[in-house]
């Protein structure tokens, strides 16, 4: 009896279990412990077979190369294709000649002429198919392409200055160290399983363009003399439900850049929260250590002790562009920072960019972390050329204070959590504040965002709007909400603030150029007192 007991018993707890419903974080784990997401690319090529229907687990698995399952809004009612976006990771942002043709290919046979440019210096498209995967994947493998690690719980694409290998101001040449740094998480099933995403970012720019202040680990170039230049080591930036301005926790030498992040990636392998995805980056590790004692925790992982100094200035989010022609290091030669429209530029775009290339001699672009790109190597006799027919694509390399950094997420159109629609209002907004204000110099950083997420950035900027639902004549539609006054400068750094003020995105475009235009008409010098005062103060 007593056995028969007991068994009864366990029938019931494992009853139990079964009924109880995993949370968001078992579900996960759970997934990456029964198969890890690198050995999923298998499955893909057994799927684009078409013979089986593809498991829903394994559709999280193919994050780990690049594919998330995009929304069903631009689908046509009797289309039941599975459809993707892919994300191709652009090592150091760069794109040379073949690469862009292939680029461009894809996206006119596979994605139906979709392509953007993010805010990690990837590429991405939309309406993949499952079955066009082992052509997409060859196509790219042939050029050096990879999407391998490009979204998942793993370390993204290591964001660092466009014009590193080019820039005569710049501070450090961190092309070494980035490789080292890439070469280490490359395709690396010891850091194929993190408890979320990692981003890092590795640079030596005098502009501080790579935004260390959001970044999970970054590193920063500085000269403390004419020999002497060491890294500001900053750690647990990040935006949305982990928004943080990252902490200097210390400077290292440039050969112990890459000790440093396999040791921080190892601490957040072990430490970081497993029970709970919206308490699981870096940035909450740190927190719940403490950055002593995370210090402490690191020292314990390397042979040797990060370096105190003076910690140095840092450039305002909004001038932290590469805009215009510049002399190269390279004897007569250019190099041309451009600005995209919110990153959409299509496989139209991208022919249009690959055939003004090679007819005046330059070879390779690179991607910014503001969805533009550089032109590195172009002939300096064929510059000015290049910008007038970049310029009749829509390309601008001297852009408005608009063109220049308005950021726009995938949103409603493509994006599964999207509220709201931005890639084509961030372009329409941009054109009707260049009619409207055609006198205005100031530098100024606006987001399009489609949900709280904060893909595109928009508690950093000036001018945020933020995808919601709202009241309108009765019914509940999608809109924005207003947040101002976000600045990245390191330690002067402030994440924009929520106002409260909603409006449809048919009003957007008014509502953005009425804050200016009261802005323009008063007697505030800059854009952020204006709105520290003006706008927040008034709330």
Same mark, same amino acid.
């Given at each position: ?19 109880k ?36 687990e ?22 039941k294709? +599975? ?8 090592v ?45 994947f060859?196509? +790219?493998?042939?050029v050096? +392409? ?47 399983? =993190? ?11 005098s502009?501080h ?13 500085v000269?403390? *003399?004419?020999?002497?230049?060491l890294?500001?080591v900053?750690?647990?930036?990040? =935006? ?44 909450h590790?740190?927190?719940?250590f ?9 020292h314990?992982?390397v042979d ?35 600005a ?5 530029i ?6 249009? =960019? ?50 220049a *950094? ?5 949103g ?17 907004l ?39 639902? +709202? ?5 509940t539609?999608s ?31 008014? *509502? ?10 008063s ?17």
């Amino acid at each position: 009896m007593h056995l028969l007991e007991n068994i009864f018993l366990i029938g019931k707890v494992e009853r139990f279990f079964k009924m109880k419903k995993e949370t968001k974080a078992q579900r996960v784990e759970r997934i990456k412990s029964q198969k890890d997401g690198l050995d999923v690319l298998s499955d893909i090529y057994r799927y684009a077979k078409g013979v089986e229907e593809v498991d829903a687990e394994d559709i999280d698995r193919f994050k780990w190369y690049g594919l998330y399952t995009q929304n069903t809004n631009l689908q046509d009612a009797d289309d039941k294709t +599975l459809y993707f976006m892919l994300r191709v990771k652009l090592v150091e942002g760069n794109l040379n000649l073949k690469q862009l043709k292939v680029v461009a290919d894809i996206s006119k046979t596979y994605a139906r002429g979709t392509a953007d440019f993010t805010t990690r210096q990837d590429i991405q498209f939309h309406f993949i198919r499952v079955k066009d995967l082992p052509t997409i994947f060859e196509s +790219l493998k042939s050029v050096g +392409l990879t999407t391998i690690f490009a979204a998942g719980d793993v370390p993204r694409n290591v964001v660092t200055c466009p014009v590193n290998s080019v820039d005569a101001n710049r501070v450090y040449d961190v092309s070494g160290v980035v490789k080292e740094v890439n070469e280490y998480f490359d395709a690396n099933k010891d850091v194929s399983n =993190l408890p979320r995403k990692y981003k890092l970012g590795i640079s030596g720019c005098s502009n501080h363009c790579a935004s260390h202040e959001i970044q999970d680990l970054s590193f920063n170039a500085v000269k403390f *003399r004419e020999d002497r230049v060491l890294f500001d080591v900053s750690i647990g930036g990040g =935006l949305a439900s982990s928004k943080r301005i990252a902490s200097h926790i210390g400077f290292v030498e440039a050969h112990q850049v890459l000790e440093v992040t396999k040791a921080v990636t190892n601490i957040y392998k072990e430490h970081g929260d497993r029970e709970n995805r919206n308490k699981a980056r870096v940035g909450h590790l740190v927190d719940n250590f403490g950055v002593e004692k995370f210090i402490e925790l690191l020292h314990s992982k390397v042979d040797f002790f990060l370096q105190k100094n003076e910690l140095q200035a840092y450039t305002p989010y909004a001038k932290r562009g590469h805009f215009g022609i510049f002399d190269s290091i390279e004897d007569k030669r250019s190099y041309i920072g451009c600005a995209a429209n919110g990153g959409k530029i299509g496989s139209e775009g991208l022919y249009k =960019l690959h055939k003004i290339l090679k007819k005046y001699e330059a070879t390779t672009i690179r991607a910014t972390i503001a969805q533009n790109f550089v032109i590195t190597d172009l002939p300096t006799k064929n510059a000015s050329k290049v910008v007038s027919e970049l310029d009749n694509i829509g390309i601008s390399a001297n852009p408005s204070p608009f063109k220049a *950094r308005t950021l726009s997420c995938t949103g409603k159109n493509f994006c599964k959590f999207a509220i709201s629609e931005t890639k084509d209002l961030a372009i329409e907004l941009v054109k009707s504040l260049e009619k409207k204000f055609v006198s205005f110099n100031e530098p100024i950083s606006f987001s399009v965002n489609g949900c709280p997420h904060s893909c595109a950035h928009p508690h950093v900027v000036d001018i945020g709007l933020l995808g919601c639902k +709202l009241k309108h004549n009765g019914e509940t539609v999608s809109g924005f909400e207003l947040i101002v006054g976000g600045n990245l400068e390191g330690e002067k750094s402030s994440f924009g603030k929520k106002t409260g003020i909603k409006f449809t995105a048919e009003d957007a475009i008014m *509502r953005v150029e009425g804050i200016l235009e009261s802005y323009i008409n008063s007697d505030y010098e800059n854009f952020q007192d204006y709105a520290e005062v003006v706008i927040l103060n008034q709330l």
